[in-house]
């Protein structure tokens, strides 16, 4: 069953479009991430769904209850929400307070207060800060009791607003394990934005991309990483190479695409004539004599033309006609001796190779 | 005396008649003190609940309202003083309260004068609880009392800020102090008018004396504040 359903939702600050024509169901008990480059709406869709601020049009039902027709209910409802933002919000009060704040906004009992504040803060390792002032905290140990200030409440939907992106690595494998047990143990809904492609696959059952203020793809992550629906997906997704073409002929199930006087194979069906082949530099393989036993559709030689080491990979750039960028790991460039100039052999499969429809 | 030169004179006796605790120099000083700090609790107890129905409320013309408070922050005291006058002497309308020349005269033309200046800070201290403090307020399920507690109470220290501004203001006019309290020797007179007018009848230790303490009260509030502001 859906724990939230929007449709059409709209929100505007201005004349500044903020959220457009958005559809979201989240089922409960789902993690869903919201990536999107920053300005896509991430955040003002979050605070639309978390009940903090109003659409301007469109249907939001929360828990099955229309929000639209019953604004009265709206502080009932956010009670049973949380949500923790992207930057560490404290109160200028001790830490115990900043976590006791929703609680004494719901009338908790003061032993009841003292009791699970007393856990939550334990939960997230800051004990020893119980009466320190919060403010004097450092940033991830503010978003700690950021974080423990919601948890205490036991939220049914948790929002997390991009909650890592200032935090260091150690700071960022806390909060997402701890929301990673709350998910499983008690069966929390989750909804974060993140522009963190690897931190949404990590953590999401299914992902959501934005883009400019609207929902444009939804799907389990490898779905949306692999055959994103356009252009501007891929390029969010981080697929190195977009190349415009043509299908010309079908060959049993596969379509052929020109592109440059090279034909490539596709497994995927044509969704048009003109079409953009969108293919992930880590599915082209390199390799320095023709394959002799290579089980891949598309084979050809190419040439070397330049070769950029970035971390643990090699983005390297062969001609063939077109331009691709592959994705080398180190050790295999090594291995290979690439070096500019060099002739070698490309390979790709015809299920990587992702065909989206060209946009004028 | 050392060496004849009036200022360093001037000087050395202003210590002695603050060392010994001279008789006016305690009055005019206690009454300073009296008829600002009194002022001072008066115009909060206006000017903040109305700066923060200011700053919680929408209604049109918000933006003129805070503009126009921020003008006033620098109203000429001697206008403040004028009008003061006019009202509370025998041919305005609040002659009959009989407040002219005396120190209740004072305490409300200071309160009327430090009003616009307490109002004004009290919404941009509001204003300065960010915008994710707000949305966590909300957030965390708080009700429309819940956020306007939680919000004064997180900027308490910037109101408390904005207090002292208006008392530093108000216990160092002299404008409109003089207009309406008339300087009145063992009745109205003030620190600032007491310099003003020693001053011009070359009685420089006594105006050295209670320029002195006029500094040190200065001081001492702009160290108040910035214990406050620390915080």
Known sequence: ?360 | MVNGNPIIEGFIEAIELIVTLDPQVVEITIRSLYVSLTATFFAALIALPIGALIYFYDFRGKHGVVSLLQTLYALPTVIVGLVMFLMLSNIGPFGFLRLLYTPGGMIVTQTILIIPLLMGLTVSALSGIDRDKRYTITALGASRLQTVVTIISEARFAVMAGVLLGFGRAIAEVGSVMIVGGNIRGATRVLTTAITLNTSMANYSLSIALGIILLSVALGVNIALSLVQRR
């Open chain 1, 1 to 360: 069953m859906a724990i939230i359903e929007a449709h059409g939702i709209r929100k505007s600050y201005g004349s500044l479009l903020a959220l457009h024509d958005v559809d979201l169901s989240v089922g409960e008990g789902e993690i869903l991430a919201l990536i999107g480059p920053s300005g896509s709406g991430k955040s003002t869709l979050l605070r639309v769904l978390d009940l903090i601020e109003p659409a301007n049009e469109g249907a939001l039902s929360v828990f099955g209850i229309n929000v639209v027709e019953e604004r009265g209910r709206l502080i009932d409802l956010r009670r049973r929400m949380g949500m923790l933002f992207q930057r560490p919000i404290v109160f200028n009060s001790s830490v115990y307070d900043n976590v006791a704040m929703g609680l004494r906004y719901r009338g908790a009992s003061n032993e009841d207060i003292d009791r699970r504040v007393k856990e939550a803060l334990e939960a997230v390792g800051l004990s020893r800060y119980i009466k320190s002032r919060a403010t004097d905290l450092s940033g991830g140990e503010q978003q700690r009791v950021a974080l423990s200030r919601v948890l205490v409440t036991d939220p049914e939907i948790l929002f997390l607003d991009e909650p890592t992106a200032n935090l260091d690595p150690t700071s960022t494998a806390t909060i997402e394990e701890i929301v990673v047990r709350l998910n499983r143990e008690a069966g929390m809904t989750v909804l974060i934005s993140t522009h963190d492609l690897a931190q949404g696959q990590r953590l999401a059952h299914r992902v959501g991309v934005m883009i400019e203020g609207t929902i444009a793809q939804t799907g389990p992550s490898q779905d949306v990483f692999r055959a994103p629906k356009d252009r501007r997906i891929a390029q969010f997704v981080g697929v190195q190479n977009i190349v415009p073409g043509r299908v010309v002929s079908r060959r049993g199930d596969l379509a052929v695409v020109e592109a440059k006087g090279k034909q490539i194979l596709s497994a995927i069906p044509p969704p048009a004539d003109e079409v953009e082949m969108a293919i992930r530099g880590e599915d082209i393989s390199l390799h320095r004599r023709e394959p002799g036993h290579e089980e891949t559709e598309n084979l050809f030689p190419a040439t070397v033309t330049a070769v950029e080491p970035t971390a643990p990979f090699v983005n390297v750039t062969v001609h063939c006609g077109c331009d691709l960028v592959a994705l080398v790991t180190a050790r295999r460039a090594e291995t290979l001796g690439l070096r500019e100039g060099m002739e070698v052999w490309v390979s790709i499969l015809a299920k990587a190779v992702h065909l989206i429809p060209r946009e004028k």
